[in-house]
């Protein structure tokens, strides 16, 4: 079954290789920004969750232009400054000392996170074709989730927060790992060009991101993207930290092993779901994946209602919550990026993946600024229901969009020889 998935072509696999040792680093990392900066560097709740949001904002502004860059001057010529930049800033956030010096840090990491993630898929997207593109996607992610999760073993057995050295030594180890895949590139050398001959690297590709925008299915998709990321990964980092420690009050190596069950189940479950997804309507999909982390944040919020009555059961609910999560990624990791790819251009894919990185930059925003207030109303019911509900509602969305695209955009395999008549267009 991982046979079927890689890539063809042995210049996408090592690219694979560089996400999985990069991510190693991240997992070290991932669970513990929010209680790093509240509990070992005396931040308050609110101003770390500005201090996340910060990152996000920054993020969101210089997304467009990385991905103008890319379809400039090639992905390969902006990614690989971006990962020592952000190498550099991973590894100051040990150095964080104040409410200031965390806000130039998450500035720093902003700039050099803005392009990878566009970067990456460009890259990716190349080098692969239409038939292989959604596989080679979830087994991108489900790498990257397996380094995410041998990281946060790690970790959730170092870290200790009367102990500072201990987070300065796992956001070290995170700095190096971005070199990585750096380093993997730096041994590509015809990889990550320019896509198209296009114009002239003074000016500007056709249309530019007025072009994407126009793109009335894309829009729809990027619709999506913000309702359930806001409703859904952006609240891991805060929202769901918080609820799990305050709220639920379990310890935060609790969290670190509810990490690991999301990463044990997007590694057994990525491959069988890449391969059952094949030929199935992707919009399905995307609204199915609304629903599971509609589901798993209901099981957190049961977390919350049981609390230190039942610490065991508040564990559980807690792991349980997470490993659902988990499924529901194994379904949308390679259908959305599958689906940008699948309605962009060569000439435009940088922007495309740009704006599509840039649902991450938006939610990473809103999601952290609105996390802590929302928490704090009600015991927490408040947060429970706003995320439940807004991941329901990038359901019918994603629902919505199925109208919109022709029988190869979603994903659908026909089920006759293929026609000689053109296929409609996407714009």
């Not at 952000?86 to 996170?113: D, K, P, R, W």
């Not at 229901?385 to 919109?404: F, K, M, N």
Request: aromatic fraction near 6%.
């Amino acid at each position: 079954m991982l046979r079927r998935a890689l890539p063809r072509r042995p210049e996408a696999r090592r690219i694979l290789v560089g996400t999985l040792l990069s991510a190693v680093g991240r997992g070290l990392t991932l669970p513990f920004l929010f209680i790093y900066l509240t509990d070992v560097r005396g931040l308050t709740d609110a101003r770390a969750g500005l201090v996340i949001g910060w990152y996000g904002a920054v993020t969101l502004v210089l997304s467009p232009l990385g991905g103008t860059l890319i379809d400039r001057f090639g992905a390969r010529r902006v990614v690989l400054p971006c990962l020592v930049v952000e190498a550099v800033g991973t590894g100051a956030l040990g150095l964080v000392h104040s409410t200031a010096s965390a806000f130039l840090v998450m500035t720093v990491i902003a700039i050099g996170s803005s392009a990878i993630w566009s970067g990456q898929n460009t890259i990716l997207a190349s080098l692969t074709d239409d038939g292989e593109r959604q596989r080679v996607f979830g087994l991108n992610f489900a790498l990257l989730n397996l380094g995410i999760g041998v990281g946060g073993l790690i970790s959730g057995a170092v870290v200790d927060t009367t102990r500072p050295v201990t987070f300065q030594m796992i956001y070290l180890l995170d700095a190096v790992s971005y070199l990585m895949p750096a380093l993997i590139l730096l041994t590509l050398p015809t990889v990550g060009h320019r896509l198209t001959a296009g114009p002239s690297e003074g000016q500007s590709s056709s249309g530019g991101y007025f072009t994407v925008l126009r793109d009335r299915p894309f829009r729809r998709l990027v619709i999506f993207g913000l309702v359930l990321t806001t409703c859904g990964y952006a609240q891991i980092e805060v929202g769901f930290t918080a609820y799990a420690v305050r709220v639920a009050e379990v310890s935060p190596r609790i969290v670190a092993w509810a990490l690991a069950a999301n990463t044990v189940m997007i590694v057994l479950a990525q491959l069988v779901v890449i391969r059952r997804l094949e030929g199935r309507s992707r919009t399905r999909a995307l609204a199915a994946v609304g629903a599971v982390f509609a589901a798993a944040w209901l099981v957190l919020g049961a977390a919350g209602l049981v609390g230190t009555r039942n610490a065991l059961v508040a564990a559980l609910c807690v792991v349980a919550c997470s490993a659902i999560f988990g499924f529901g990624e194994t379904m949308l990791s390679p259908m959305m990026p599958a689906l940008t790819n699948a309605l962009a251009t060569d000439e435009l894919r940088g922007r495309y993946n740009a704006m599509s990185s840039m649902i991450f930059g938006i939610s990473g925003v809103v999601g952290p600024v609105t996390a802590g207030p929302l928490i704090g109303a009600a015991d927490g019911k408040v947060w429970v229901a706003a995320v439940v509900g807004g991941c329901l509602v990038a359901s019918l969305v994603a629902l919505s969009l199925r109208r919109l695209l022709n029988p190869s955009q979603d994903g659908l395999r026909p089920l006759v020889a293929p026609s000689t008549e053109p296929q409609p267009a996407h714009a």
